[in-house]
Structure formats: C-alpha cells, structure tokens
Nanobody
Framework: QVQLVESGGGLVQPGGSLRLSCVVSGGIFSRNSMGWYRQAPGKQRELVTFITSGGYTYYSDAAKDRFTCSRDNAKNTMYLQMNNLKPEDTAIYYC?????????WGQGTQVTVSS
C-alpha cells in the first residue's frame, strides 16, 4: 500500500519561504507524475503544480514564478520550494499522483502565511 507523508509546513510571514517535502513509500515513484495540491478553508482542493517522471513541470497561475517543484527519484521524494509567500497561499498542502486514480491522501502539511 502506498503511503504519502508531507512535511515542511509552518507559519511564515508574507514574503517568506518554505520548502515542503513529500515522501512516497510503496508504488513506483520514479515512473509516475506527481502533483502538489492544496485546500484552503472552505474551498475545494486545487492543483498547485505537477512534475512528470521526466522532470517536466507545470504550475498554476497562483504558483507560477514563485514556486518550484522538484523530485529526487533515488529518495522517492518530491519537493515544493515556495518563495514570496502570500496570505492567500494559506492552506493544507498535499501530494499525490497527477493523473489516474489518486493514492489514499496523506495528512498534508499546514502552511499559514500571516503577519
């Protein structure tokens, strides 16, 4: 059974940075496209970015020019570097497959951007 463990969230001031990690146990990580998703209070979960097995990345308009997604297949880990954070980035961030049936969702990691 595949397990997703997100970490790296926290409280940060506007303009600050955070680096999230997603460790995937089980499955064939290197062959799959993976995505970062987020869910803000009272809103639906939305796609932030995804990265293909070959390293191609896509970013939502909200993430473009501020966030960078990367992966280390040797460590079964995906990262999300978030810079110039804004209050509207406040959400629980999750990782999961991009495309196809998702794995069971992990607990996510809370990101709060506030002064």
């Amino acid at each position: 059974q595949v397990q997703l463990v997100e970490s790296g969230g926290g409280l940060v001031q506007p303009g600050g940075s955070l680096r999230l990690s997603c460790v995937v146990s089980g499955g064939i990580f290197s062959r799959n496209s993976m995505g970062w998703y987020r869910q803000a209070p009272g809103k639906q979960r939305e796609l932030v970015t995804f990265i293909t097995s070959g390293g191609y990345t896509y970013y939502s308009d909200a993430a473009k020019d501020r966030f960078t997604c990367s992966r280390d297949n040797a460590k079964n880990t995906m990262y999300l570097q978030m810079n110039n954070l804004k209050p509207e980035d406040t959400a629980i961030y999750y990782c999961n497959l991009y495309g196809g049936n998702p794995y069971d969702w992990g607990q996510g990691t809370q990101v709060t951007v506030s002064s």
